[in-house]
Nanobody
Framework: QVHLVESGGGLVQAGGSLRLSCAASGSTLSITAMGWYRQAPGKQRELVAR???????NYADSVKGRFTISRDNAKNTVYLQMNSLKAEDTAVYYC??????????WGQGTQVTVSS
């Protein structure tokens, strides 16, 4: 089992920045990929960014060039640096991780609100 706790969400003006953190605990040696999804009101949950065990990354087109995902394996933590935030980035952001059995785990979510 892997337990995820997100932090760093909040209210920011358009054009501003936030950094989300997600700390994993439990069976952390089994973790392979880590990532962030988001869900805006009335919309489906969507992938924001993902990073695998070799630190290869992929991003949603809507955040490329503005968001950066990184991970610190020693701290079992994944980060999402969000710059040039837009109103449409407003959503609940969820941390997720996959273990070597391809089981997915999810955090409780953290609210990001961007005021225009």
């Amino acid at each position: 089992q892997v337990h995820l706790v997100e932090s760093g969400g909040g209210l920011v003006q358009a054009g501003g920045s936030l950094r989300l953190s997600c700390a994993a605990s439990g069976s952390t040696l089994s973790i392979t990929a880590m990532g962030w999804y988001r869900q805006a009101p009335g919309k489906q949950r969507e992938l924001v960014a993902r990073i695998n065990s070799r630190s290869s990354t992929n991003y949603a087109d809507s955040v490329k060039g503005r968001f950066t995902i990184s991970r610190d394996n020693a701290k079992n933590t994944v980060y999402l640096q969000m710059n040039s935030l837009k109103a449409e980035d407003t959503a609940v952001y969820y941390c997720t991780t996959t273990d070597w059995n391809s089981r997915d785990y999810w955090g409780q979510g953290t609210q990001v609100t961007v005021s225009s």
